[in-house]
């Protein structure tokens, strides 16, 4: 139900192009996943279980907090400079998520539900190149954080690159290739081409896999794109 709520927002800013209004609905979608994120909290290991004991389960807590950390990101707010509400909200998240790392990592079912959420999450990736690879946790200090490397050609020149995707299951940060979700370039959005398909449309995009492409992360017209700048 939560996240029908977030794909009508999301389908009112493909409508509404003004930065200005972006803004106001980005908040109410941190505001929205950070509600859904709250109904994860629990007091002991069977209420947990209760909770996430399925991989769709565990990859929805990380498809909210990534939510979450998104659209702080494209709203370029930090959480210190959200309104008191907000900032509690948040802050209440980050216990529930401080609380639900330890059963994460211990949870059998941890790499299908990292699997899924990057699936859902990223429409950049590559899924018969990422579904068959474990994710790895990271070291410490950031042993929070999961990560997979694959390879894939780059590119036109048939060259081998290699993709690096972490995500914290805290925080929700989310990073291809060390770079977290943005918007297109001014190279790519003030070029003719652009301009005559789109009219100054503002795409939210990540990396793509293995080039330097970029990947859009919602529909427009009920099409995903992928741009990169060619000569």
């Known amino acids: 139900m939560l996240f029908r709520s977030i ?6 800013m493909a409508a509404d192009n003004l930065m200005e ?6 908040l109410k979608l941190v505001q929205i996943a ?17 909770i996430a004991g399925t991989a769709t389960c565990l990859a929805l807590w990380l498809r909210f907090i990534a939510k979450i950390d998104d659209n702080i990101l494209l709203t370029n707010s930090s959480v ?7 900032r509690n909200l948040l802050r209440w998240v980050r216990c529930v998520g401080v609380n639900f790392e330890p059963y994460f990592h211990r949870h059998p079912k941890k790499q299908a539900a990292l699997r899924e959420f990057c699936a859902l999450h990223w429409s950049g990736g590559q899924r018969h190149l990422t579904e068959h690879v474990d994710w790895e ?9 999961y ?3 694959f390879p894939g050609s780059g590119g036109g020149d048939g060259r081998l690159t290699e993709t690096k995707i972490s995500v914290d299951i805290i925080l929700g940060c989310f990073l291809v290739n060390n770079k977290p ?13 652009f301009q005559q398909l789109f009219q100054g449309h503002i795409f939210v995009v990540h990396s793509a896999a293995g080039s330097d492409a970029y990947a859009t992360k919602d529909r427009y017209h009920n099409c995903t794109y992928e741009f990169e700048a060619v000569g």
Do not use: N
């Open 7 to 12: 794909e009508k927002l999301l389908c009112k």
């Open 21 to 26: 209004g972006q803004v106001s609905l980005r």
């Open 34 to 50: 950070a509600t859904g994120a709250l109904t994860f909290a629990a007091d002991d290991e069977d209420a947990l279980s209760a």
């Open 80 to 86: 210190a400079s959200l309104p008191t509400f907000k």
């Open 137 to 145: 946790r990271c070291p410490a200090p950031s042993d929070q954080c």
């Open 147 to 149: 990560s997979l490397k």
């Open 181 to 193: 979700v943005g918007r297109l370039p001014h190279y790519i959005t003030q070029s003719a081409d």
